[in-house]
């Protein structure tokens, strides 16, 4: 295993990155994302039929029988990826005895974000030093669930409307249906103005943070990023919550962008 100190005498050419998601966690992600991102793209179109930007949507894609199709699609492929995230994470567990912590609720997390309320108001000097995952990835990760609790169960329970009224009633069956489509629209909501803005418009990543692509991040933004985890490994010099390691790389090699 390669020491901190052995990267930073290593050579003035080379940088220490961390990576941070495996190629599971970034095949999860991106089956999120399209999959999202087509529900929303045909399922918008229902709620908001009358509008304009939704009927040229709908042609899109065929007409009302078309969106809802390709709905379906979408709905299924992502309970697929979701299935097969929990497989994994349990698995990994299960194999490696490593079970992973970093997106429990933690007392740490409420800290840091009213430290970073108070830092964003000018109240204290210093940002908070986040660990593994920051409250924001936090909220991002079990909105997961949430959504697919919500949106998922009440859309099987539409599509399979005999079934649903062979054991709730109908006040049941509307319930969900004004639920399904008004929860969608707070999800839309959230990724593009909440996610969008963390990962993407932030000016310390504009025009994104890449790690959702490769993976790896730089030691540079780790530091802002996740400064205690980052502490914790130069103390310690091994594997944190069995995903992270230290490599060296030609500095031209990291697409990771520096903090403005």
């Known amino acids: 295993m390669i020491s901190m100190s052995l990267v930073k005498e290593s050579s003035s050419n080379t940088q220490v990155k961390y990576q941070r998601w495996n190629i599971h966690h970034r095949i999860v992600h991106f089956g999120i994302l399209s999959t999202f991102t087509l529900c929303a ?16 949507l709908a042609k899109f894609f065929g007409g009302g029988d078309g969106l809802l199709q390709w709905h379906l699609v979408g709905a299924v492929i992502l309970f697929i990826v979701c299935a097969y995230h929990l497989v994994y994470s349990i698995s990994y567990a299960v ?40 409250y924001k990835e936090f909220l991002d990760y079990w909105a997961v669930f949430w959504g697919m609790a919500i949106i998922g169960g009440s859309g099987l329970m539409m599509w399979l409307p005999e079934w649903t009224m062979k054991y709730f009633p109908r006040w049941v069956l509307d319930s969900y249906r004004m639920g399904h489509s008004d929860e969608a629209v707070l999800a839309v909501l959230v990724i ?29 933004v780790m530091e802002h990023e ?21 490599t060296i790389v030609d500095e031209s090699d990291i697409n990771t962008p520096g903090l403005k």
Do not use: C
Not at 41 to 56: D, E, I, R, S
Not at 128 to 134: A, H, S
Not at 192 to 219: A, Q, R
Not at 228 to 246: D, P, Q
């Open 41 to 56: 793209l045909t399922g918008l179109p229902l709620k908001f039929h009358y509008k304009g930007w939704a009927q040229v």
């Open 95 to 134: 194999i490696k005895k490593d079970f992973s912590v970093g997106t429990r609720p933690t007392f740490k997390m409420g800290r840091d974000m009213v430290q970073n309320i108070k830092y964003f108001l000018g109240k204290v000097e210093e940002p908070p030093k986040f660990d593994r995952y920051t």
């Open 192 to 220: 593009f103005i909440w996610h969008f803005y963390n990962v993407h418009f932030n000016p310390d990543f504009f025009p994104m943070n890449y790690t959702w692509w490769d993976g790896n991040m730089s030691e540079e």
């Open 226 to 246: 996740h400064g205690a985890e980052l502490e914790r490994i130069k103390v310690n010099n091994e594997l944190s919550f069995g995903l992270t390691r230290m």
